[in-house]
């Protein structure tokens, strides 16, 4: 079972940026599509963009579309989550995930599909 492990998060004003990396435990990674989720306090877990196997095909959550921007490097095994402009209400744990089965034709906005998760790592904007 793969594992990831995500870090970079932080506290940053308004309009700052911020780069997540989630680093995966094994070569295996690099067969999964790969999702960002992000969870605020007393709300649900919401789908934040997602990245295929190849890294040819991504797909965001309109709320991000043109600010954030997810990549990944399977030569490191890692996924990032490259957030610019960033807002109050972008305040959450940030999650990545890799979908339940290898090469995913389709990516996926739902988090039933993904089994393998990482800790999480806080992300806080100051207005």
């Known amino acids: 079972q793969v594992q990831l492990v995500e870090s970079g998060g932080g506290l940053v004003q308004a309009g700052g940026s911020l780069r997540l990396s989630c680093a995966a435990s094994e070569r295996s990674f690099n067969s999964y599509n790969m999702g960002w989720f992000r969870q605020a306090p007393g709300k649900e877990r919401e789908f934040v963009a997602a990245i295929s196997w190849t890294g040819g095909n991504t797909y965001y959550q309109d709320s991000v579309k043109g600010r954030f921007t997810i990549s990944r490097d399977n030569a490191k095994n890692t996924v990032y989550l490259q957030m610019n402009s960033l807002k109050p209400e972008d305040t959450a744990v940030y999650y990545c995930?890799?979908?339940?089965?290898?090469?995913?034709?389709?990516?996926?906005?739902?988090?039933?599909?993904?089994?393998?998760w990482g800790q999480g790592t806080q992300v806080t904007v100051s207005s």
């Open positions: 995930a890799a979908e339940s089965r290898p090469y995913g034709s389709r990516l996926n906005v739902r988090a039933n599909a993904y089994l393998n």
